[in-house]
């Protein structure tokens, strides 16, 4: 068995990876083989957690008039209700799991305290954790991005439905090309889309490497773990 090259991870994961071909909606095949891609990924022994988004749920609730707080929160909410459906189908194939979140809900999860979640990444759990940073305007990228700090993860995994990053959106454009390194600098200065600034920005900060790669292939996050250069890397050490 190959030694994976990380031995604490946080993956994000977006809302729409969930869900089915129209990315809305919760998908149980999407979810089980999920679920089985992190069992493999928990066996190689490293310490992995999980901020999920909420697209597949809820997107664009403020641009339809709801007030932007409230959105948010609407939003928080959804990650929630992912957060759930992948414990339920990590239980299901054998991994212990914990969901932590931001937002206090009676008798749904944990309330998220650092000190408790590096207690479950030592015993050898799953987090998945909820509803952001628990406050408005900071995205889920943000979120992943603090978090990952706060447990001391290596890198920050953004599994995404593209297998990188690129100079424009290759779904729409044939001939966009794909980095496979970048600076926090360039990704900032060229405006391109790998995550928000706000997380870029504590991400340079704080020397935390990022790398983006396509989750809806199988195998994937084994590969990434194992220090397998696919996708793109921003900060860190250029392969």
């Not at 459906?85 to 299901?92: F, G, P, S, T, Y």
């Not at 931001?102 to 998220?112: D, Q, W």
Request: charge should be neutral; aromatic fraction near 4%.
């Amino acid at each position: 068995m190959v030694e994976p090259h990380y031995r604490r991870v946080l993956l994000k994961l977006s809302g729409e990876a969930l869900g089915g071909e129209e990315g809305s909606g919760l998908a149980p095949d999407r979810l089980e083989a999920l679920a089985r891609e992190l069992a493999e990924a928990r066996a190689l022994g490293v310490e992995l957690a999980l901020v999920v988004g909420g697209g597949n749920i809820l997107r664009g609730a403020s641009a339809r008039g709801i007030d932007r707080v409230r959105a948010d929160y609407m939003g928080m909410l959804a990650t929630l209700i992912n957060a759930l459906a992948l414990e339920d189908a990590l239980r299901r194939v054998g991994v212990p799991v914990r969901v932590l979140s931001a937002l206090r809900v009676e008798g749904v999860g944990e309330p998220y305290h650092r000190e408790r979640a590096l207690e479950h990444l030592s015993a050898g759990r799953i987090l998945i954790l909820a509803c952001g940073t628990g406050n408005p305007f900071f995205t889920t990228d943000t979120a992943a991005t603090l978090r990952a700090l706060e447990i001391g993860a290596q890198i920050l995994f953004k599994a995404t439905k593209v297998d990188g990053v690129y100079d424009d959106d290759p779904l729409r454009n044939p001939r966009a090309r794909k980095y496979d390194y970048l600076s926090y600098e360039e990704v900032l200065a060229r405006g391109l889309k790998v995550m928000d600034a706000t997380a870029i920005t504590l991400a340079r900060e704080h020397g935390l490497p990022v790398r983006v790669f396509n989750m809806l292939k199988s195998g994937q996050i084994k590969r990434a773990l194992q220090g397998e250069n696919i996708g793109t890397l921003v900060g860190g050490e250029k392969a």
